[in-house]
């Protein structure tokens, strides 16, 4: 078969080296350049067209999954191993979203890295079964979430609901009550009632649940 042409993607030079040397020992991988930021890859990608890039997902500036969702809006083609030092499953669910063909850690050895660099340049997927287990109870967990946060809107009404959000940004009572026109009895009101909706006492517990529920943006 004919070489797979790779980018090597990562902010570390010595790991760069490390693939780059490895892949020097495997015809079938044929490293054609190397960039150590976001924006580097994206603009190597558009300028080399490799069938394979190997991703770091932490990079400066534009990370891992933004390179991801940005390739795979441009639809070009583009094989993608990542290659981390996360091994949580948002991570890999992320990762399998936004369209990686496998998921390696890098405390994988050179062997299995290159093992999977093949395998993917030869139109396969690679991806452990524990990566796999990961990503599925990463989704169960978003389900749940969404489904409590289903539940949180439901009980809650407009007024509190954005009086909630301005809690959150810090509002005072009193501030409150002059970004909504009401009194600040009315406030303090709509705030004993999310207290007592959300079952906490504190401003900073009532924030802490609503985040949890996904009910404001901090």
């Not at 797979?4 to 495997?26: F, N, Q, W």
């Not at 890039?53 to 094989?79: A, C, K, N, Q």
């Not at 169960?140 to 409590?148: F, G, K, M």
């Amino acid at each position: 078969m004919p070489s797979s042409r790779v980018l090597i993607v990562d902010d570390h030079p010595m790991v760069r080296d490390t693939i780059r040397a490895g892949c020097e020992d495997r015809p079938g991988l044929e490293v054609v350049g190397e960039a150590g930021t976001g924006a580097e890859a994206l603009e190597a990608i558009e300028r080399l067209r490799p069938d394979l890039v190997v991703l770091d997902l932490i990079l400066p500036g534009t990370d891992g999954f933004e390179v991801l969702r940005e390739l795979r809006s441009r639809d070009t083609g583009v094989r993608i191993l990542v290659l981390s030092n996360r091994d949580d499953g948002e991570a890999v669910f992320e990762s399998m979203r936004w369209g990686a063909n496998g998921y390696l850690e890098k405390t994988a050895s050179l062997d299995s890295l290159l093992d999977a660099m093949e395998a993917i340049g030869r139109g396969e997927e690679v991806f452990a079964a524990n990566h796999e287990q990961l990503a599925h109870s990463h989704l169960s967990d978003l389900a749940r979430r969404a489904r409590a946060a289903a539940a949180g809107a439901s009980m809650l009404t407009r007024r509190e609901l954005d009086v909630l959000q301005l809690i959150a940004d810090g509002l005072t009572a009193g501030q409150i009550a002059s970004r909504l026109n009401v009194s600040p009895r009315t406030v303090e009101t709509h705030i004993a009632k999310l207290y007592d909706k959300l079952g906490v006492r504190t401003r900073i517990q009532a924030v802490q649940r609503a985040a949890a529920l996904g009910l404001i943006d901090l």
